[in-house]
């Protein structure tokens, strides 16, 4: 498989820049991977390519070579093919990039390579992902259809069965939520994560609800600093320095002690010991918590460790 892909790269890097129509004789002498022992072979190798092309929405057609038009050859037409330059200015470009280079979804880090193909980007660091939007990309997919078609979604959650009528998806402090009312008590829209849900089923059953107009996610979705606790506690947290703007940016009011090459230390007030918790651990080992100590104690048992 990796042969064939291989190929067909090959075959339409060379259709994209040779600039004229080239006959499948010149491709099977020039596009390395169309070395097959006889004519035969390499017809259907190259009739097989060219349809997968074309399934893949790649305009291969058929034009003259020559201005006597007794020769026909391939060419991928530019006018067809590329997409016309959408005027992005130069911040929009960087914009771009660092969401590409800040997103992973399934573990995969996605590719900047797109970015460059509209134009560029100024200034761009090249900074590793910083952010792991999930993997199971196909419940994600499921819920979001439930949200458009307004299905209701069954599952269990807290040892308890659920049905709700989902109002939206929303992405917070490194985790899924599915923001929605159950059924019978619309009155109270809840953030229920999606990690902690099980037996999750969509009904199929559409438009069985009516979202309200204006609602707003942001609303119903878990507060670093609202919280269960009456009094904040001002945490001091140690972050590697490639994910360090993401946290500050994140963490509205944190103040910056020490900075170097490697990590960047910052003070955050908290209201919410278990929400920050979980908000620490969306970094993974990129964050260590150093102070107050019955905090790092709250985080190492959380974890199942010894304090």
Known sequence: MQKVIERILNLLAFLLTVGRPVTADEIRHTVKGYDQPSDEAFRRTFERDKDLLRTLGVPVTLRPTDIWEVELGYVVPTDEYAIS???????????????????????????????????????????????????????????????????????????????????????????????????????TVKAFRLDRMSEIKVDEAADTFERPGGFDPSSALP?????????????????DAEVSDVALAQATGAVVISRNDDTVTARIAVSSES????????????????????????????LGGDA
């Open 85 to 187: 330059d959408p005027g992005f200015t130069d911040e929009e470009l960087s914009a771009l990039l660092l969401a590409a280079q800040a997103v992973r979804f399934g573990g995969q880090v996605t590719e900047a390579a797109a970015i460059f193909k509209l134009g560029g980007a100024a200034g761009s660091s090249g900074s590793a992902a910083l952010a792991d939007l999930g993997h199971d990309l196909k419940l994600l997919g499921d819920l979001f259809e439930a949200v458009s078609g307004r299905h209701r979604v069954l599952f269990t959650y807290r040892h308890r069965p659920r049905t709700v009528e989902p109002y939206a998806l929303a992405h917070r402090f490194g985790h899924w939520y599915l923001l929605a009312p159950e059924a019978g008590a619309r009155e």
């Open 275 to 302: 929400r920050f918790i979980g908000w620490i651990l969306g970094f993974d080992a990129r964050a260590v918590i150093e102070s107050p100590p019955e905090l790092v104690t709250a985080f190492l048992t959380y």
């Open 223 to 239: 507060n670093l600093f609202g919280g269960d606790q009456p009094e904040r506690v001002t945490a001091t947290v140690r972050f």
